[in-house]
């Protein structure tokens, strides 16, 4: 079965400081993986995401994230934070090819606090 | 183009009551979901579907029922409202189930059950 795990619930860092958000995942074969921003009480939005090629990838508002399939990680990063990057962040995985029935499933979430 | 839009944005409850949670996208996409958000359980997947006529239960069905007669509309039925189902639902689309394609959700709809 497909899993999710974001090890911190909280992540602070100050202002202009570099921030990790991490992600390991299990999923039978090869993954498709996702983050999302969740800001107060609004949907969710995609920011990145992994589906082959070059492990370090680029998203939206500087955010970039490095898959590695040894460690089954894919952690979100952020050269220098911004107060307003202050939100929700949830990692999903989805398996490569799986049935209908196994769709996306998403982690628990990592609250990131930016600082002043 | 408004993207998948849910209605209504909050709604109270009594135990037993039932309800319909809507939403519709306007992107013509295949793949339709509902999820909930329960504090540090991330989004569970309640059901899905692949097209008009087709529909399949995820994670947490129970006490839930949906239909989708439509491409654009897939509502969420409460059948019988119970207080573990206060939570927040999001509907989200996709244009197809290849797995790689990005979900695009709806701003939400919070639920309470007294």
């Known amino acids: 079965a497909q899993s999710v795990a974001q090890p911190e619930d909280q992540v602070n860092v100050a202002e202009g400081n570099p921030l990790t958000v991490k992600c390991t995942y299990s999923?039978?074969?090869?993954?498709?993986l996702f983050w999302y921003v969740q800001y107060p009480n609004r949907g969710l939005q995609f920011l990145l995401k992994?589906?082959?090629?070059?492990?370090l990838v680029k998203g939206s508002y500087g955010f970039e994230a490095e898959f590695n399939k040894s460690q089954t990680s894919f952690h979100l990063k952020k050269p220098s934070a911004l107060v307003s990057d202050s939100a929700l962040y949830f990692c999903?995985?989805?398996?490569?090819?799986?049935?209908?029935?196994?769709?996306?499933?998403f982690g628990p979430g990592t609250r990131l606090s930016v600082l002043p | 183009n408004a993207g998948v839009t849910q209605t209504p944005k909050f709604q109270v409850l009594k135990t037993g009551q039932s309800m319909t949670l809507q939403c519709a996208q306007d992107?013509?996409?295949?793949?339709m979901s509902w999820y909930r958000q329960d504090p540090g359980m991330g989004l569970r997947l309640i059901h899905y579907?692949?097209?008009?006529?087709?529909?399949d239960q995820g994670e947490v069905p129970n006490g839930y029922n949906v239909s989708r007669s439509t491409t654009e509309d897939f509502p969420l039925r409460l059948l019988s409202a119970a207080p573990s189902q206060t939570s927040v639902y999001f509907c989200?689309?996709?244009?197809?189930?290849?797995?790689?394609?990005?979900?695009?959700f709806g701003a939400g709809s919070r639920l309470t059950v007294l």
């Open positions: 989200a689309s996709t244009v197809d189930d290849s797995g790689a394609n990005v979900l695009t």
């Open positions: 999923v039978s074969g090869n993954p498709y």
């Open positions: 992994y589906i082959t090629g070059d492990n």
């Open positions: 999903a995985v989805r398996a490569y090819r799986d049935n209908y029935g196994q769709n996306f499933v």
């Open positions: 992107m013509n996409h295949e793949y």
């Open positions: 579907s692949v097209g008009a006529g087709i529909t």
